[in-house]
Each structure stands twice: as structure tokens, then as C-alpha cells.
């Protein structure tokens, strides 16, 4: 299946932090990949993700307008908008000291 991809808008970027804004079209995708450092994700609109995981889980997450939540490095998946309105959200790597 061929889905439309999510825009990244970088925001910042220093020796400390990358700072990325994610915009999904109904149905958009990041694609697959791995994080390679821990990360915190702000919700700007309500975010209705489905999650492909490695392993060929998937798992759909609420995520409200405001609120956030904080994953460590080595994840791998593909974020999907499974809703039927656009997403967004940010995203802040942290880079290790």
C-alpha cells in the first residue's frame, strides 16, 4: 500500500536538541525508522495514530491536543494518521551530552 508521506519541518536544531514539526494528511506516513535518541512528542492537534511496530504489530494511539509523552531511543515504527483529519505534532530529540 502506498501512502502519502508526512511532512518534517525542522525547527531547531544545537548541540543539545532537534526540534521537528510532523504534519500528516489524513492517512500520511513518516515511513519506517528508528530513533536513535530519546524523544518527547507534543501533540498540536489531536493525533489519531496508528503504529506499525516491529515484530508486525500495530496498535492505535489517542494522543489529545497539548499533551505529551516521552520514548527512549531504539524504537522502530512507522507512524500512520488513522484519522480523517490532518495531524500534527513535535517532536524534541535529545541528544546525548
Known amino acids: 500500500m502506498t501512502r502519502p508521506q508526512a511532512t518534517a519541518t525542522m525547527l531547531v536544531e544545537d548541540a543539545t536538541v532537534r526540534v521537528t514539526r510532523f504534519d500528516f494528511a489524513p492517512g ?3 515511513g519506517w525508522h528508528r ?3 530519546d524523544y518527547v512528542i507534543t501533540a498540536i492537534t489531536d493525533c489519531r ?3 506499525e ?3 508486525g504489530g500495530t496498535r492505535e494511539v489517542l494522543v ?3 499533551e505529551a509523552y516521552k520514548r527512549a531511543a531504539g524504537v522502530e ?3 500512520v494518521n488513522g484519522g480523517t483529519l490532518p495531524m500534527r505534532f513535535i517532536e524534541i530529540e535529545l ?3
Open 35 to 37: 530513533h536513535g535518541m
Open 53 to 55: 511496530e516491529s515484530g
Open 95 to 97: 541528544k546525548p551530552r
Open 28 to 30: 500520511a506516513e513518516t
Open 77 to 79: 515504527h512507522n507512524v
Open 49 to 51: 495514530m496508528l503504529l
Open 64 to 66: 489529545a491536543a497539548g
